[in-house]
């Protein structure tokens, strides 16, 4: 019996330790109890640690103590998912899926605080990033609502509704987030080039006027709003817009060069030439600029001016196959002035002769923006008999220069001149 007593006592000891195993395994350990009190004791230590983290720039430290007491804010009374998520921003520059935490720690955030324009902007930065237009405007959008007035939330909705051709909403929103920054020049700009390019003129120019009264300095809205006036013909407007405009720069190159061709325009040949020279004080080996007085000495009938302005074109760029094409013109108006009304003289065709001869070397020089339009030209005076023709010839044999009078600006010893010889060999042989 005694020797059976230590085998029971084992046996007893065996069951009640598999018994106990088998309630270990069915134990589920419950969250434990915690008062109010305890609970906010519990998130202030927790928080205040985050918090030193955070300052420290220690984000793994902060982000430990910031899951440990988050979820106790049963009652939303903190909102530190704005620095939770920089802290996985700063993070993903070592993993870049830590920038997914970011926006995972934005939308739990949202999603307990509607109402923070901060957190809905951060998502709608995070989404844009990811080419999810439609969830960063949805994004933007609440942050806008919730703070107008703050032009950040604008500018992106702005982008967006370009994108989607949306214009209208993308001025509305250029237009609240200039209510929020009145002075930032990049808002005014895209706001103008939409009402530009979406709504009238009209509209468009009152924007440049509003723009250059906020700031009378802006050279670049001065020249927008010229080139809209002259693109309306309103070459007066467009004058007065440039002439300001030169009371603030008066070597604007663009804006003078702009001034010549309004007063062109205008008929005002005398002052298109004097807004020209001012350009040649400080760009005097300015080709087109030259070919430009050439053109207004034409048409003040100045001719042998017009031909200085051309050939000191012509010494800065050699060849160059739009002067032979002015020169040809200067040329071919003098005929045509002299010849109009009444049946071309000999005279008249051997200046034609010298007309035709500078647009054929214009059209041979291999500048294209001068080559058709020389073609043409030359065709028109062949096409309309005002060259010498082989009865001319035979009756003028002995002329080969156009005699004095209303030619006497022509010098024989020119060298365009001796284009006419040259044309006449084709009846001599």
Known sequence: MKRLIPWVLFA?????????EVVEEEYVEEEPQYSEAQIDSL?????????DYYKQENCRRALDYFWKYINYDTKRKYNDFA??????IKLASENPENADSARIVYEIGVERFPDSDYLHN????????KGDAEKARYHYEH????????????IPLSEIYTADMKWELAIEACEKALEADPNSADIRERRANLIRDHRSLEQYIAALIAEIELNPKDIEKRLALAKQYISQSAYQKAEEAL??????????YEALKKLGEVRQNLSNYDKAIDAYKRILKFRPEDVDVKLEIASCYKSLKDYPSARV???KALDDRPGYGTAYLRLGEVYETAADQNSSGKIPS????????????????????GDYNAMDNAKRKMNYLESNLLLPQKSDWFMKQSVKHPAAGEYGWIKESWPEACYIQTYLKRYTG
């Open 309 to 311: 302005y051309v050939m």
């Open 83 to 88: 620095q939770a998520g920089q802290c996985y």
């Open 346 to 365: 000999y005279d008249d065709k051997l200046v034609f002769t010298i007309a035709y001869g500078l647009f054929e070397k214009a059209a041979n020089s």
């Open 243 to 252: 002439q300001a405009l030169l009371k603030i720069d008066d070597k604007n």
């Open 12 to 20: 007893l000891f065996i069951g009640c330790a598999y018994q106990y």
């Open 122 to 129: 951060a998502l709608g930065i995070i989404y844009k990033n």
């Open 43 to 51: 998130i202030r230590y927790n928080r205040m640690f985050f918090y």
């Open 143 to 154: 942050a806008a609502q919730i703070d107008p007035s703050k032009a950040e939330y604008w």
